[in-house]
């Protein structure tokens, strides 16, 4: 599309998507390195947290293991999407 502009109008609209293009990666990149960044220092910090499934935490108030298999009205089971943090 520069290219068919005239003269130093398309030069100069050329230069500026350039560097509008390059400006973007940069951010790109930038944002790629916070993530990775922010995803080791998750991993360093929950280290020590042990991971627990949600079957095998009880839910106190219903008597039930979470997510647990309920049947519906029309005698379709279904897993129960709702679980409460203790």
């Known amino acids: 599309m520069a290219a068919q502009l005239p003269g130093r ?15 973007g990666l940069h951010a790109a990149v930038g944002a790629a390195v916070v993530c990775a960044a922010a995803a080791v220092l998750a991993l ?3 280290r020590d947290v ?3 499934s949600p079957t095998t935490v ?3 108030e219903a008597g039930q293991p979470r997510g647990y298999t309920e049947e ?4 379709s089971a279904y897993q129960s999407a709702v679980t409460r943090l203790p």
């Open 72 to 75: 519906s009205t029309d005698g």
């Open 9 to 23: 109008t398309g030069d100069a609209v050329l230069g500026a998507a350039r560097d509008a293009f390059v400006g």
């Open 50 to 52: 042990p991971a627990a």
């Open 58 to 60: 009880a839910d106190p």
């Open 44 to 46: 360093y910090a929950l």
